[in-house]
């Protein structure tokens, strides 16, 4: 069993930076993957970047790709998204995920990210 709590969020101009945290508590969070996504009003929960069980392999949308990065502290069970150059368009909540690259189980609830033009 993993719980998951994202924190980080907020306001923020665009072309500005945010770094959103999720902590993880359980044992096992080193056997996961972690992901992020985001959910923007009236859209459907999209992928933003996921990161394996070491933090050796990571994956973007393309959309984030260049502008986001993410990472995973192991030892402090904390995985990380840094969002550099934030565009309107990043405007979402964002949640963070752990299981298998694909069928994430365990999922965060949720921090909003604003991004003003």
């Known amino acids: 069993q993993v719980q998951l709590v994202e924190s980080g969020g907020g306001l923020v101009q665009a072309g500005g930076s945010l770094r959103l945290s999720c902590s993880a508590s359980?044992?096992?969070?080193?056997?996961?993957?972690l992901g992020w996504f985001r959910q923007a009003p009236g859209k459907e929960r999209e992928f933003v970047a996921s990161?394996?069980?070491?933090?050796?392999?990571?994956y973007y949308a393309d959309s984030v790709k260049g502008r986001f990065t993410i990472s995973r502290d192991n030892a402090k069970k904390v995985v990380y998204l840094q969002m550099n150059s934030l565009k309107p368009e990043d405007t979402a909540v964002y949640y963070c995920?752990?299981?298998?690259?694909?069928?994430?189980?365990?999922w965060g609830q949720g921090t909003q990210v604003t991004v003003s033009s």
């Open positions: 995920a752990a299981g298998e690259v694909g069928n994430y189980k365990y």
């Open positions: 359980g044992r096992t969070f080193t056997a996961y993957a």
């Open positions: 990161i394996n069980w070491s933090g050796g392999s990571t």
